[in-house]
């Protein structure tokens, strides 16, 4: 049967890929071809749905692929980041290590006076001294050290120095940088070392330059109480009892000696400021400083008027040419007023000059210094003694404490020289010498 008797092909064409059923109209065809046509058709359908269940595998296969490809496909490697230059650093500089410089040894701080007072066979010891108060006053008391020099009670009583120390001090202090104790032991004398308490000064300085404490209040009058019960206690030569200090103490042991002339013999004054013209703590710093013009003469006059039984007092004046602090211009002018004062028992009319020269060598060395010395009769009654290149410090002390000079002349040696050639045995000159002295100065 050729192909136009069965089918009929609508718009003429067949696409390809594609079933053509959908383009084709069944014809009226008799029955017996019904059947063969049948057949034909679904062989035809069968191929083309096979054809295309074909071409849908190789889609899917390729489709397949193209998604397993994707999947294992190694990343394209990314382009590399640009390198950046870097640029050479400069070499830091480094400095050069500095050289430490030697620094100065620090000077050496001052020991403390129990490491310094060496061991002396004599009694060594601290007592209160308690003053009952009169009336409404209350009692007061000040702390003193006393040395005794060893072996038995001789049968004369023992001489006694009294020993007032300076500002930043304390008794201790001045015992170790004077080493009066180790003197005391060998010429057999007591040493007593009155303590300015820190409670009435925090630099425990003696207030001298106050108008009560020149008038022998306060602790002029303690101190003289304290000396006249350790006479008694420990039975010391009344007699040959003498006082020295050093800058505020040497300002003490002068009123002290003036004002109580029945207790202390002799008194020794190292840098100690001129007497009498201050009466507040500016005051006495500007005598230090500048002495006091005029006034040292007309207070000594005074003193002198007011006190006509006065019984002298010798006194060795000891000064550093160089003293910063009590300047030189004092000891000129304490001289001045020793001299009015005791000027009924001078007997030279002009002092006796000496010089000294230092030494720098040695197992002694020391400064060159000049003494100028007024005499009663064969002792010497005013000394003025001044040292080159000393400054505020006691001559031949211990250099290992404050306000201590190694070098020469020994002060404390050049004192007690001094001190043993006087004793109070006068009480007063005679009354036609003082009746004479008050008329002169009227």
């Known amino acids: 049967m050729q192909q136009n008797d069965l089918y009929r092909i609508k718009n003429g064409r067949r696409r390809p890929g594609f079933c053509t059923a959908a383009y084709l109209e069944p014809v009226n065809f008799p029955y017996y071809a019904k059947d063969t046509m049948t057949k034909s058709l679904t062989s035809l359908w069968l191929k083309n749905l096979r054809r295309v269940s074909k071409a849908q595998q190789a889609q899917g296969r390729k489709l397949f692929k193209g998604l397993l490809a994707k999947s294992v496909r190694v990343p394209a490697a990314k382009p590399a980041a640009p390198v950046k230059t870097i640029r050479p650093v400069k070499a830091l500089k480094i400095p050069a290590a500095k050289v430490a410089k030697p620094r100065a040894k620090p000077t050496a701080a001052p020991k403390p006076a129990a490491a310094v007072l060496p061991p002396l066979p004599g009694s060594w010891k601290k007592t209160f001294f308690i003053s009952p108060g009169e009336g409404l006053a209350p009692a007061r008391r000040m702390l003193y050290w006393l040395y005794l020099p060893s072996g038995a009670i001789p049968a004369a009583p023992r001489p006694l120095v009294v020993m007032l120390h300076g500002c930043k001090q304390t ?54 109480e304290m000396v006249g019960q350790v006479q008694a206690k420990h039975r010391l030569d009344t007699s040959r009892t003498y006082v020295a200090g050093l800058s505020a103490g040497a300002g003490l042991a002068a009123i002290l000696a003036l004002r109580h002339p029945q207790l202390i013999a002799a008194a020794g004054l190292h840098s100690a400021p001129v007497f009498g013209t201050s009466d507040s703590p500016l005051s006495g710093f500007q005598a230090m400083q500048q002495g006091a013009s005029m006034k040292h003469q007309e207070r000594a006059r005074e003193f002198s008027v007011d006190q006509p039984l006065f019984p002298g007092i010798p006194v060795m ?94 002060a404390t040696q050049l004192l007690w020289t001094f001190f043993s050639r006087q004793q109070r045995l006068n009480k007063a000159p005679a009354k036609a010498r003082v009746k004479r002295l008050v008329a002169a100065k009227l």
Not at 205 to 215: D, N
Not at 348 to 366: D, F, K, N, W
């Open 171 to 224: 008794a201790t202090d001045f015992a170790a940088s004077t080493r009066m104790n180790e003197l005391a032991e060998r010429k057999g004398f007591a040493v007593l070392y009155p303590q300015q308490s820190a409670a009435a000064d925090r630099h425990r300085c003696w207030h001298w330059y106050k108008r009560a404490t020149q008038q022998g209040e306060g602790d002029v009058g303690l101190i003289a």
């Open 317 to 410: 004046l000891i000064h550093g040419k160089s003293d910063p602090v009590v300047r030189r211009v004092n000891v000129d002018h304490l001289a001045a007023q020793f001299v009015i004062i005791d000027a009924p028992f001078i007997t030279s009319t002009e002092p006796v000059l000496r010089s000294y020269a230092g030494r720098r060598g040695g197992r002694s060395p020391r400064h060159a210094y000049k003494t100028a010395t007024y005499y009663a009769g064969r002792k010497p009654q005013v000394v003025k003694c001044e040292i080159d290149l000393l400054g505020h410090a006691w001559s031949g002390g211990d250099g290992r404490l404050a306000y201590s000079e190694p070098e020469g002349p020994d």
